[in-house]
């Protein structure tokens, strides 16, 4: 089954204690990316990767850190969380070749720093 | 600087037609999105507009007039499980940027 998949789907964590957040897609996907969703400020894109070794900074990147080094992979990495990265978070792949297309979007992790 | 609006919230009758609008003023321009999101789940795909006119997809048209920086998704036929937020987005012209607005939660009432 064509699928993005997250793990973990919930997280509880303390402030300064460095996670990641995998997303893997089975669909040979080069464009991938990672959003944000808070109440009252809809989905803020926090960084993207137009393929392999490729990332750029979306409106949100502060506090964030990805890396894509395969094409299916795209963790998420928090090195010192804080309570204002607590969020809802969707990674989302597109199909090859043509940029930012149709997105299939994981099924979220919902994230709390306390 | 880069902005989408949308209306907060809107509510219609089952059977009846709806015009979600969706204006935007961006740095670039790569084509518009529209996703819907039910309640706890992912955005799922819409529809895509690059050039101006309307896309039809069963149920669901979307229109684009890039020069209005103005975009509608139209619903048709609606059903009550047609209740979910709809996300208006932007790419801008490196391609690989995306905007999104903060969405319209759409009420199917009986």
């Known amino acids: 089954e064509a699928q993005v998949t997250q793990n973990p789907r919930y997280l509880i964590t303390v402030t300064g204690k460095k996670l990641t957040v995998t997303c893997s897609q089975n669909m040979n996907h080069e464009y991938m990316s990672w959003y944000r969703q808070d109440p009252g400020l809809g989905l803020r894109q926090i960084y993207y990767?137009?393929?392999?070794?490729?990332?750029d900074k979306g409106d949100v990147p502060e506090g964030y850190k990805v890396s894509r080094k395969e094409k299916r992979n795209f963790p998420l990495i928090l090195e010192s969380p804080s309570p204002n990265q607590t969020s809802l978070y969707f990674c989302?792949?597109?199909?090859?070749?043509?940029?930012?297309?149709?997105?299939?979007f994981g099924p979220g992790t919902r994230l709390t720093v306390t | 600087g880069q902005n989408i609006d949308q209306p907060t919230e809107m509510t219609a009758t089952e059977g009846a037609i709806v015009q979600i609008n969706c204006t935007y003023q961006t740095s670039g321009f790569n084509g518009l999105f529209w996703y819907q999101q039910h309640a706890g789940e992912a955005p799922t795909f819409l529809s895509y507009n690059v050039l101006d006119g309307l896309e039809e997809k069963g149920r669901f048209s979307s229109f684009l007039s890039r020069s209005k920086g103005y975009s509608y998704l139209l619903l048709k036929e609606l059903q009550m499980k047609d209740s979910a937020s709809y996300l208006c987005a932007v790419s801008d012209n490196q391609g690989g940027k995306l905007i999104f607005g903060q969405g319209t939660e759409l009420s199917v009432k009986p």
């Open positions: 989302a792949s597109s199909l090859p070749g043509q940029g930012i297309y149709e997105q299939y």
């Open positions: 990767s137009m393929n392999v070794e490729v990332t």
